[in-house]
């Protein structure tokens, strides 16, 4: 069985560009979330998807941040325009239908805003 | 919103020598969680904890559900260098600062 995937690895772009972050979650894990890491801090809660539907975006920053999961498969997190506080790795995750505590987590992609 | 203290931020021990660490909460939570992170990947669940009082051990480690239900810790026994790494404890969608343990061999 595949883990989740995360393009890009990583991500440097300048104050005011737009980046584009995707999740592939495993195959039949309806839900996805997406967690932010400052470095030295914790992980932070931004969004979680069941299936195509936001079931909570509370932790989303503001309105810079957009995501996306079309279909109810891969998920987009698209920062637009960047800050240099958005700096950070970004995690996805995935579980089962029904199974909200016990995640699997992507690699991250790490974000550095200059 | 809700707040994870965990300590020590981090442990620099020697190969064989055991390492607790441990998570608390001004609120009363359900589930507590226990990841570890190695270099370059994402968490990866250890234990998952259910029931206040319950101890749970996987390998070497153990964590246990504190009875207030505000608390839980970790224990490794006989560390070993592969157990480099970030713990997190976790409660749901809220993490810990995370423990950052270095093993010298």
């Known amino acids: 069985e595949a883990g989740v995937t995360q393009f890009p690895s990583h991500s440097v772009i300048e104050k005011g560009q737009t980046v584009t972050l995707r999740c592939d979650p495993i195959s039949g894990h309806d839900n996805l979330y997406w967690y932010r890491r400052v470095m030295g801090k914790e992980i932070k809660f931004l969004l979680h998807f069941v299936k195509e539907s936001k079931q909570d975006e509370s932790g989303m920053p503001n309105n810079r941040f957009l995501a996306e999961r079309t279909g109810g498969t891969y998920s987009t997190l698209k920062v637009q325009p960047a800050e240099l506080e958005d700096s950070g790795v970004y995690f996805c995750?995935?579980?089962?239908?029904?199974?909200?505590?016990?995640?699997?987590f992507g690699p991250g992609t790490r974000l550095t805003v200059t | 919103g809700q707040q994870l203290n965990q300590s020590p931020q981090s442990m620099f021990i020697q190969e064989g020598e055991d390492v607790s660490m441990n998570c608390t909460s001004s609120?009363?939570?359900?589930?507590w969680l226990w990841y570890k992170q190695d270099p370059g990947e994402g968490p990866v669940l250890l234990i998952a904890?259910?029931?206040?009082?319950e101890l749970t051990s996987n390998g070497r480690l153990t964590a246990q559900f504190g009875i207030t239900r505000k608390d839980s810790f970790l224990n490794i026994s006989a560390s070993i260098p592969s157990d480099v790494g970030i713990y997190f404890c976790?409660?749901?969608?809220?993490f810990g600062e995370g423990t950052q343990l270095t093993v010298n061999p």
């Open positions: 976790a409660t749901r969608l809220t």
């Open positions: 904890l259910y029931k206040a009082g």
């Open positions: 995750a995935s579980s089962h239908p029904g199974q909200i505590y016990e995640q699997y």
């Open positions: 609120s009363i939570f359900n589930t």
